[in-house]
């Protein structure tokens, strides 16, 4: 009588568990699919180099290609920084389109002079021709951006918003053996602090 009632328990508790290896395993599965690996690639795609640092959440920044699915990351909102999550990782082998180079200086600067305020380093912003970066008149493709558009940078040192005019545009600034875009929940992340569209 005490064997027929261990029996089946054991048979349940077996089953419980390789149910739960494969709802598991399943998660895990749908997880590792957001990861998009894409080795075809067109001239409309839009990525960054995998070195492209992206700002995270706690204001730390990571490169693009270490950035996983389900990590929360900064973006800006109407002049303030908010997170958002990644919700897809998209890496492109050996992608066809050159990346192109912008250097974007503070605004600030050409109504300051040089004696009572230091010299910024230009900031360099590399993407594809038709990536999406946020200016003040709206979404362009970096290959439409020209001089003096102005674009958001997050400041980590204050945690505001600050306008970076573009100085030089690049075409054809260089090519790179693997690249890397995010999808997020907002629509938008900080590359190197500037504020890019993942659409």
Same mark, same amino acid.
């Given at each position: 009588?005490?064997?027929t009632?261990?029996?089946?328990?054991?048979?349940?508790?077996?089953?419980?568990?390789?149910?739960?290896?494969e709802?598991?395993?399943?998660?895990?599965? /749908?997880?590792?699919? +957001?990861? @998009?690996? $894409?080795?075809?690639?067109? =001239? !409309?795609?839009?990525?960054?180099?995998?070195?492209? &640092?992206?700002?995270?959440?706690?204001g730390?920044v990571?490169?693009?290609r270490?950035?996983?699915?389900?990590?929360?990351? /900064?973006?800006?909102? +109407?002049? @303030?920084? $908010?997170?958002?999550?990644? =919700? !897809?990782?998209?890496?492109?082998?050996?992608?066809? &389109?050159?990346?192109?180079?912008?250097?974007?200086?503070?605004?600030?600067?050409?109504?300051?002079?040089?004696?009572?305020?230091?010299l910024?380093?230009a900031?360099?912003?590399?993407?594809?021709?038709?990536?999406?970066?946020?200016?003040?008149?709206?979404?362009?493709?970096?290959?439409?951006?020209?001089?003096?558009?102005?674009?958001?940078?997050?400041?980590?040192?204050?945690?505001?918003?600050?306008?970076?005019?573009?100085?030089?545009?690049q075409?054809?600034?260089?090519?790179?053996?693997?690249a890397?875009?995010?999808?997020?929940?907002?629509?938008?992340?900080?590359?190197?602090?500037?504020?890019?569209?993942?659409?």
């Amino acid at each position: 009588m005490r064997k027929t009632i261990i029996i089946p328990f054991l048979s349940l508790l077996s089953f419980a568990v390789l149910a739960q290896t494969e709802n598991g395993q399943t998660a895990l599965f /749908k997880k590792e699919v +957001k990861q @998009k690996v $894409i080795s075809s690639t067109k =001239k !409309e795609d839009k990525y960054f180099c995998a070195n492209a &640092a992206v700002t995270m959440a706690d204001g730390t920044v990571k490169p693009i290609r270490e950035v996983k699915v389900g990590e929360k990351v /900064k973006t800006c909102h +109407k002049g @303030k920084s $908010i997170e958002t999550e990644v =919700k !897809e990782v998209e890496v492109y082998a050996n992608p066809d &389109a050159a990346l192109t180079a912008v250097y974007l200086r503070p605004v600030h600067e050409s109504s300051v002079s040089k004696e009572s305020w230091p010299l910024v380093p230009a900031l360099l912003l590399e993407a594809t021709p038709h990536h999406q970066v946020q200016t003040k008149k709206g979404n362009k493709t970096m290959k439409q951006l020209s001089k003096n558009d102005v674009l958001y940078h997050y400041e980590p040192s204050t945690g505001k918003v600050s306008s970076w005019k573009v100085g030089i545009v690049q075409a054809n600034a260089r090519k790179v053996a693997t690249a890397y875009n995010l999808t997020t929940e907002d629509g938008s992340y900080l590359v190197e602090n500037v504020l890019v569209s993942n659409n």
